[in-house]
């Protein structure tokens, strides 16, 4: 039941974004009286599931839910139909209309899709508010991961700006550092500024299973034990642990990276029992653990304090929209350094459709699908506007050339490149998908 929800959520979210994004296409198409001969929802090879046709055009959904297409005649696109351009140009024909009109209409998809992502943002700055968990309520720094530590990040940091710009959200900034050149903490009462290591990053876009590599702090008290030198030595549910051999101990993290250093040792464990304090000899395991569990309660509830839910009004709401959707754009583009990088690798990490559906929430929650949609959104403006032959700004760089120089690309240039460029789009799709299906089909292998 919870696949079926993530995959109806996926496909309603994908729907509305290919609809307006070709109604982005189809409306200046319309508007320059160019002949629209299919208007479809996901594509249609072979055969489609739905369609009607409408005056001069043909409106269907098709069966493969990869996108969706405005077939404008005389237009060089993936239909790869060029029967029609070997014919005279007819004053209906895209091929007809100026340069600055084609221009438009090959913009309009990715025009509608930042608005949409706009719109939605400031929809939600509205409604509910942005809730955020707010770095500076993180009072004692934050606790680090492994991968954290490898990223050069220190247990009680805090974290200050990320490229010089100030750091106030900590969901924005987990992803940022994973993009950024610089960080800058304050650690030990001094600002340290450092180049996140790719090592830890590579580490942390690897992991099988998202998780947080940083947190907020809190204090070491036993939630459970099991069969191990803790419960031996008498430590007991609800002991708060003070110290370590003398050395007083304040926060979990403290004591992790403590007992790490202290493997098969004896040591001294001085806890605060209903007020008294208590020493205990124990000696930790090989891997130093002493068998006991956090307190999982106080650990959320630290979490929970820093929350913070912004709301707005109707212009600051707005602006704030705008500011979203140039951050989501900004990190789409960000990532690409990540995804070429030698050491990070973080094509490995690629994803597509069956990705994408493991995002969407297990159980209906509208503010997280449209968060999503409006992210996504954003991403297929910015993928759409790359020059590559067979998306829109492939088009898009073949007409700003002739607006440029004064002459069209010659129609045999323009039907190769489209060519080149749907073979190179579809062994895309097939690898992107290939890898969702290896994924899927080894993951329980690798739990």
Request: aromatic share 12%; glycine share 8%.
């Amino acid at each position: 039941m919870e696949l079926a929800t993530q995959i109806f959520q996926f496909i309603l979210s994908i729907s509305i974004l290919v609809v307006l994004h070709e109604l982005g296409h189809f409306l200046p198409a319309k508007w320059f009286k160019c002949r629209i001969e299919k208007f479809y929802l996901f594509f249609d090879p072979w055969f489609s599931l739905v369609k009607k046709k409408i005056g001069e055009t043909e409106y269907g959904i098709g069966w493969l839910p990869f996108g969706g297409y405005v077939k404008i005649a005389g237009m060089v696109d993936e239909s790869m139909d060029t029967e029609q351009l070997k014919q005279p140009a007819q004053p209906w024909e895209f091929r007809s209309k100026p340069a600055w009109q084609r221009l438009i209409i090959m913009l309009g998809g990715i025009f509608v899709n930042l608005i949409l992502a706009w719109a939605i943002y400031t929809g939600l700055n509205l409604s509910v508010g942005e809730k955020y968990h707010d770095l500076a309520k993180f009072q004692n720094g934050i606790a680090v991961s492994e991968e954290g530590a490898m990223m050069g990040l220190q247990n009680g940091d805090k974290i200050l700006k990320i490229d010089g710009k100030p750091a106030e959200r900590l969901e924005n900034s987990m992803i940022n550092m994973l993009l950024a050149d610089e960080v800058t903490v304050e650690r030990n009462g001094k600002e340290v500024t450092f180049k996140p290591n790719e090592d830890g990053i590579a580490h942390i876009l690897g992991a099988k299973t998202a998780k947080l590599y940083i947190s907020n702090r809190f204090a070491p008290v036993v939630d459970s034990l099991i069969e191990g030198p803790a419960k031996q030595a008498g430590l007991q549910v609800g002991d708060k642990i003070v110290g370590v051999d003398g050395k007083k101990i304040n926060f979990y993290d403290e004591l992790s990276q403590d007992l790490s250093n202290k493997k098969n040792t004896t040591i001294k464990l001085e806890v605060l029992r209903n007020g008294e304090l208590k020493t205990l000899d124990l000696t930790t395991s090989k891997d130093g653990k002493i068998g006991y569990f956090q307190n999982k309660n106080l650990a959320l509830k630290a979490f929970e304090q820093t929350e913070t839910t912004k709301e707005y009004s109707f212009f600051p709401a707005i602006g704030r929209g705008f500011e979203r959707t140039v951050e989501s754009l900004t990190m789409q583009i960000k990532q690409f350094k990540l995804m070429f990088n030698k050491k990070i690798k973080g094509y490995k990490n690629v994803g597509g459709p069956i990705a994408i559906i493991k995002m969407m929430p297990k159980e209906i929650d509208w503010v997280a699908f449209w968060s999503f949609t409006a992210m996504f959104s954003a991403w297929l403006a910015f993928l759409n506007i790359l020059p590559i032959p067979g998306l829109d700004g492939g088009h898009a760089l073949f007409t700003t050339w002739e607006l440029i120089t004064g002459k069209p690309v010659p129609q045999k240039v323009l039907e190769n490149a489209q060519m080149i460029g749907v073979i190179f789009l579809m062994g895309l799709m097939l690898l992107i998908f290939g890898s969702d299906i290896y994924k899927f089909i080894i993951s329980p292998f690798l739990k």
